[in-house]
């Protein structure tokens, strides 16, 4: 079984930044791709950014050039760093992991106040 535990969030006020970590434990062979989504207040959850096995990535074009997605596999650990945040980017900040099937943690709360 795998289990993966976010950390990092917290409350910001809107220019700030804030540095989240999603690591993998249990039985790990290899990881493929990495993600993070966010969900808003009354909202759908939304995907935010993708890291592949390769390292390349994407990103929602909302966050494009303001965050950054990264990852140590041999720490099985996923990072985003979230720079210029806005108040529209708060939410629950969730990771996921492909390990032979699809894994997700528990989610992190980032509140950014205007």
């Known amino acids: 079984q795998v289990q993966l535990v976010e950390s990092g969030g917290g409350l910001v006020q809107a220019g700030g930044s804030l540095r989240l970590s999603c690591t993998a434990s249990?039985?790990?062979?290899?990881?493929?791709?990495m993600a993070w989504y966010r969900q808003a207040p009354g909202k759908q959850r939304e995907w935010v950014a993708r890291?592949?096995?390769?390292?390349?990535?994407k990103y929602t074009e909302s966050v494009k050039g303001r965050f950054t997605i990264s990852r140590d596999d041999a720490k099985t650990t996923s990072y985003l760093q979230m720079n210029n945040l806005k108040p529209e980017d708060t939410g629950v900040y969730y990771c996921?992991?492909?390990?032979?099937?699809?894994?997700w943690g528990q989610g992190t709360q980032v509140t950014v106040s205007s």
């Open positions: 996921s992991m492909y390990i032979l099937g699809d894994y």
């Open positions: 249990g039985s790990i062979d290899r990881i493929d791709d």
């Open positions: 890291i592949f096995s390769g390292g390349s990535t």
